[in-house]
């Protein structure tokens, strides 16, 4: 069993487009995050929700809107794609949310998205 | 500032010899402190944690990191690396109450 599937694991399309990727997590934990992984490999946290609601949002265009119908999804949705937006976005999930330290992190395998 | 560092963008170990990635970071107190490996194509996943206690914590696939306090460090090691640790690995800090930090990685290449 995928413990936090994404999908779609690629994704290809022209710049002004509007795409979502989705991401799910069997594992019964309250907080999910997406983190960006750009072409050098920083990973740079840009949404954190637990339970439903927004708890991180970093200086994010407002092009990127997460949404997050219940507790085991957490999908995201960017409009008007742009070329700097080519990345691997992560999904992840964690028991305890709200910045606790004791959080660990499991990682679902990356979407990447190149805008052309 | 509170920041992780990763001072090594890129290491070389031949099969079967000894590793060790360092890991810096800069705050006041101690932070949580974690490693991750990042396979080719792959998601994270997480090799070992330190939150307190013994300063050496052992991980999964062999791999065992130091938390030294008077240094700031959190070095990984390995005594015996195996073509199969080719990965990015990831150094990762919570500072406090904030959200998961990460170093910007060190990519290690196995030579036979």
């Known amino acids: 069993d995928t413990a936090v599937s994404q999908t779609p694991k690629y994704l290809v399309t022209q710049m002004g487009n509007d795409k979502s990727i989705k991401c799910e997590q069997n594992l019964g934990h309250d907080t999910m995050y997406w983190y960006k992984q750009d072409s050098k490999k920083f990973l740079k946290i840009m949404f954190s929700?637990?339970?439903?609601?927004?708890?991180i949002n970093e200086t994010v265009p407002n092009r990127f809107s997460p949404k997050s119908p219940d507790k085991a999804h957490l999908n995201l949705h960017i409009n008007s794609l742009e070329l700097g937006d080519s990345a691997v976005y992560f999904c992840?999930?964690?028991?305890?949310?709200?910045?606790?330290?004791?959080?660990?992190?499991?990682f679902g395998a990356g979407s990447r998205l190149t805008v052309l | 500032a509170q920041s992780v560092t990763q001072p090594d963008i890129h290491i070389t170990v031949s099969e079967g010899a000894s590793l060790e990635l360092r890991c810096n970071y800069s705050?006041?107190?101690?932070?949580?402190l974690f490693w991750y490996v990042q396979s080719p194509g792959q998601g994270l996943q997480l090799l070992l944690k330190y939150f307190s206690g013994d300063t050496l914590v052992q991980g999964i696939k062999g791999f065992e990191a130091e938390f030294k306090r008077s240094q700031s460090s959190f070095n990984l090691r390995k005594p015996s690396v195996h073509w199969s640790d080719a990965a990015e690995y990831f150094c990762?800090?919570?500072?406090?109450?904030?959200?998961?930090?990460f170093g910007t990685g060190t990519r290690l290449t196995i030579i036979p």
């Open positions: 992840a999930s964690s028991q305890a949310g709200g910045g606790s330290g004791a959080n660990v992190l499991t």
């Open positions: 990762a800090v919570v500072f406090g109450n904030e959200k998961l930090t």
């Open positions: 705050y006041g107190a101690t932070p949580y």
């Open positions: 929700y637990n339970n439903k609601e927004l708890i």
